[in-house]
């Protein structure tokens, strides 16, 4: 009888437990979603010091998410897209310290899940090699930004995000022909029905880019 008491309670703890690891991992995926959502808000429908100061809370409640959820990839990618983000906006070199906060983040996203948002850390990370300074100020390297672009791009060769990313990368290089390829990549990307506000505002920022560029292609 006793035996059979211990193996009930047993198994209860195990179902209790499983219970709670998946409670623990939906807390930690409403916590990203809401980052996302906040962020796609701040970059997309606000500017100036209101959009720097949408940031700086979101920041702030990032390092909330972090240190409760400190095995979620997603969290610690928003976290270091928001911060990257915020670093680009602020601008000046009191944004370097940002940039490499960013980069820490991204870096344990990946750790934890290579493949986290389908290539988006990549995204992040590869664009932070090309746009900070190099040694002795900064940790740029455009063959390590190139490295994490093209990653992203084999994790998801269609989207409108890595080909959009990939496509800035080579314009900073001065290939602009190869930039209006991956720019007519993103445009022709598939949809994302969860996320129209970013996808609309991306489409915009690629509209933008290819009207830059135009002039170096004629």
């Known amino acids: 009888m006793n035996r059979q008491f211990r193996k009930v309670v047993q198994a209860g703890a195990l179902v209790w437990m499983l219970a709670l690891g998946q409670s623990v991992l939906a807390d930690g995926a409403d916590a990203a979603l809401t980052l996302q959502q906040q962020w796609e808000k701040a970059r997309y429908q606000m500017e100036g010091d209101a959009q ?3 940031y700086e809370q979101l920041m702030a409640q990032a390092e909330k998410d972090k ?26 070199l009191g944004a370097l310290k940002y940039a490499k906060s960013s980069k820490s983040d991204l870096e344990t996203a990946l750790g934890l899940n ?14 932070l090699y090309y746009k900070v300074p190099g040694w002795p100020v900064g940790f740029g390297d455009s063959d390590k930004a190139k490295e994490q672009l093209q990653r992203s791009l084999a994790l998801n060769p269609k989207g409108i995000d890595s080909n959009y990313f990939y496509g800035e990368f080579l314009r900073d290089q001065g290939d602009y022909q190869g930039a209006w390829q991956y720019y007519e990549k993103a445009l022709a990307a598939p949809p994302r029905p969860a996320r129209p506000l970013a996808d609309s505002g991306r489409r915009g920022e690629v509209e933008d880019a290819m009207e830059a560029i135009r002039t170096e292609l004629d």
């Open 67 to 92: 240190a409760a959820y400190p095995d979620s990839a997603d969290v610690f990618a928003w976290s270091g897209i928001i911060k990257a983000t915020y670093a680009g906006a602020k601008g000046g």
């Open 114 to 127: 290579e493949a986290v948002m389908d290539g988006g850390a990549h995204n992040t990370l590869g664009t």
């Open 52 to 54: 720097l100061q949408a």
